[in-house]
């Protein structure tokens, strides 16, 4: 069946650096990829999102990257902060089934710790 | 701005018994969503609904069933609750229409079940 694979599951960088985390896809028909980030106790928030008709797309210190060929994309974030430790979620919309609608099929999630 | 809103923060229910989730948002989105979040397994969807009185079921509906009467409230229900699904229960509500467009959550229910 749809599948996300997210990788890795824990990343400890040094404040100031940058962290990188990837998700793979298995339905070539997928056209929709954003990534959530929900900090300690609060809901999951849209932070960035990318659509199949693009390949990369900025947004201040986070930028997410899209390989269709390869079926993988990239969360990007520069210069990290306190504030970006938070475990991140990748998704991958997938097609409707008959009369239904696209549904998004969540990675397992990254928990991003950032050192001082 | 979209609301999310679930009825309850925290719950602590008995085996066995029948537990009740709510969810209601007030944006008029078709699309809302069920998920299970354990550690290390993500977002598990557990139900979904793109209508009224539609839904379909996610990976893991085993346990549960659900409720669409109203377009704004989509509610959870375990019919027996055992220990087994003492997890953190999020609901969420996107537009739907064959639009990919952001979800947006509630804060989140944690069921204990004793």
């Known amino acids: 069946g749809e599948n996300v694979e997210q990788h890795p599951s824990t990343l400890s960088v040094q404040e100031g650096d940058s962290a990188v985390i990837k998700c793979t896809y298995s339905?070539?028909?997928?056209?929709?990829f954003p990534w959530y980030k929900q900090e300690l106790g609060k809901r999951p928030q849209l932070i960035i999102d990318?659509?199949?008709n693009v390949g990369e797309k900025k947004d201040q210190r986070i930028a997410v990257t899209l390989n269709k060929t390869a079926k993988h994309f990239s969360l990007h974030i520069t210069e990290t902060q306190p504030e970006d430790s938070a475990v991140y979620f990748c998704?991958?919309?997938?097609?409707?089934?008959?009369?239904?609608?696209?549904?998004?099929?969540w990675g397992a999630g990254t928990k991003l710790i950032i050192k001082p | 701005d979209v609301k999310v809103t679930q009825s309850s923060r925290y719950l602590v229910k008995r085996t066995g018994e029948k537990v009740f989730l709510e969810c209601v948002q007030d944006m008029d989105h078709e699309n809302m969503f069920w998920y299970r979040q354990d550690p290390g397994l993500g977002l598990r969807l557990i139900y979904f609904?793109?209508?009224?009185?539609?839904?379909e079921k996610g990976d893991i509906p085993e346990g549960y069933s659900v409720s669409r009467e109203k377009k704004e409230r989509f509610s959870l229900i375990l019919e027996s609750a055992s220990t087994n699904q003492t997890s953190m229960y999020l609901c969420?509500?996107?537009?739907?229409?064959?639009?990919?467009?952001?979800?947006?959550f509630g804060q989140g229910t944690r069921l204990t079940v004793v």
């Open positions: 969420a509500s996107s537009l739907g229409a064959g639009v990919n467009t952001e979800a947006f």
């Open positions: 990318i659509r199949s």
């Open positions: 609904s793109y209508d009224v009185k539609m839904k």
């Open positions: 339905d070539s028909a997928s056209n929709y």
């Open positions: 998704a991958a919309s997938f097609p409707p089934l008959m009369d239904s609608n696209y549904q998004l099929i």
